[in-house]
């Protein structure tokens, strides 16, 4: 049984950064890709970013230059380190075990419980 637990969220001004982790227990964590997703009131699960085994990632155009997702398969880890925070970042946030296909990635069945990301003054 795969089990994703996200840490990190929080309340935070605008322009200012925080770090997500999910740490991953069960099946073989360095093998899988993984993704951050995020989900605001109202609107569309969307990825966010995404890492392949070997450390590849992408990202969101709203997102380029601000984030950064990383893993640290010694601990089953990933990461999302979001600086220059805007209020349309506000939303809650998910980690996703899944696959890419070439450069896309595509989510799996296995989902966190999410993380609450507010930014705000």
Known sequence: QV??????????????SLRLSCAVSGGIFWINAMGWYRQAPGKQRELVAAIT??????????????????RDNAKNTVYLQMNSLKPED????????GEYSGSYYYSGVYWGQGTQVTVSS
């Not at 994703?4 to 322009?15: D, M, N």
């Not at 085994?53 to 990383?70: H, L, M």
């Open 53 to 70: 085994s070997g450390g590849n990632t992408n990202y969101a155009d709203s997102v380029k230059g601000r984030f950064t997702i990383s």
């Open 3 to 16: 089990q994703l637990v996200e840490s990190g969220g929080g309340l935070v001004q605008p322009g200012g």
């Open 90 to 97: 506000t939303a809650v946030y998910y980690c996703n075990q």
